[in-house]
């Protein structure tokens, strides 16, 4: 009897857990625990059981009914307070409008330069954000106490390199995935690396501390001068229209050799003159030059065989261009009344 009363109990447990509603749970009721149903026939043979056997049946028979009863109770009444709770529903009645995110302003012209630069044949490559003192500066032709390194002073972090050394840092420039990539993959090699960087930068309306660059390097022989103008006038012209010019002035950059700025006319006033060129006609965009020998050989390529062109622009600056925005630090706010203009 024990053993039947046991298996009672697991069967109705077990039914009861697959329930889906009450017209289920009713058939269940009338089944088990009904003065027809299973509990009831095995009690009713109680009484055809010596005295001290159907003594103890009969207090674990009560001890099951009561525990079944409760378990019963409890799930009748979850289904009818959710039936209770549906009935409430009134499907005529509009519902919430759930908006649509929104991407960044970086995020948009970052899609778009990379889509550009893949038309072109150019790979789409990261590096990491924290870098060596060897990739960040010394592979780029910036030894220590370099003067150049005064203009990118940086976040260095309080980790130790796998020799136990501090010469870890927060990437200054994404041009540490140049020598990386060179390493890796050789050449002829046609790349931009797009990404974060920082700087310990006086914040205001034109400065920040972190900001977004992206960086195009092209490796192969018989690369010239007259090549990356060609790649810069069609970035101009997509960004600017078709009618955009550029025009090319001598600046120093250690990693490179010549080295240049890269300035378009403004697409503004179309070259004529107006405040966000200074009445120049041109906005200086991007900076860029041929490869400088020391970054090739830190790169495993061999300069007498090979040479290249890099260039960089900075993506918050051109976001502020092409939308017309004013202060580079909204970009970090947070602020969604900024954001949700794009």
């Known amino acids: 009897m024990k053993n039947k009363l046991e298996k009672l109990r697991e069967d109705f447990l077990a039914a009861l857990d697959s329930v889906t509603d009450l017209s289920s749970l009713r058939d269940l009721e009338i089944k088990y625990l009904s003065r027809k149903g299973e509990l009831s026939g095995l009690l009713g043979g109680l009484k055809d059981l010596g005295i001290d056997i159907r003594r ?4 674990l028979a009560n001890v099951i009914k009561q ?3 409760l378990r019963f109770n409890e799930t009748k009444n979850n289904f009818e307070k959710k039936a209770e709770k549906n009935s409430q529903l009134d499907p005529t009645i509009p519902g919430k409008k759930i908006e649509g995110g929104h991407l960044h302003p ?3 012209l970052k899609r778009e330069m990379e889509d550009f630069f893949a ?3 150019f790979q789409v490559m990261d590096g990491p954000e924290i870098e060596s003192e060897f990739y960040n500066f010394e592979a780029l032709n910036v030894p220590p ?3 150049a390194r005064d203009m990118q002073d940086t976040f260095y972090v309080d980790l130790k390199n796998k020799d ?3 010469d870890l840092a927060m990437r200054s420039q994404t041009s540490n995935t140049q020598v990386r990539a060179m390493q890796k993959y050789g050449s002829p090699l046609r790349m931009i690396m797009p990404g974060r960087v920082f700087r310990s930068e006086a914040t205001d309306a034109r400065h920040e501390h972190t900001f977004y660059q992206l960086e195009g390097m092209v490796i192969d022989k018989d690369i010239n001068f007259a090549h990356m103008k060609n790649i810069l006038e069609a970035v101009g012209k ?6 955009t010019k550029i025009r090319m002035r001598p600046k120093f950059y250690p990693f490179v050799e010549p080295g240049s700025n890269g300035e378009y006319t403004c697409f503004l006033c179309q070259g004529k003159g107006c405040r966000v060129c200074k009445n120049s006609g041109w906005l200086e965009i991007v900076g860029c030059g041929l490869i400088h020998p020391n970054v090739l050989r830190a790169g495993g390529i061999d300069p007498e065989k090979y040479s290249g062109f890099a260039f960089g622009f900075g993506l918050n600056r051109l976001a502020m261009l092409k939308y017309g925005i004013d202060d580079v630090r909204l970009f970090n706010s947070g602020d969604m009344r900024f954001l ?3």
């Not at 103890?56 to 207090?59: D, F, H, I, M, Y």
């Not at 997509?238 to 009618?243: A, C, F, I, N, Q």
Request: aromatic share 10%.
């Open 56 to 59: 103890e049946a009969g207090e």
């Open 67 to 69: 525990e079944l009863q």
């Open 106 to 108: 970086l995020t948009l």
């Open 119 to 121: 038309t072109l044949g």
């Open 145 to 147: 106490h370099h003067p």
């Open 164 to 166: 136990g050394e501090y």
């Open 238 to 243: 997509k960004l600017y229209g078709p009618e």
């Open 340 to 342: 949700k203009q794009f």
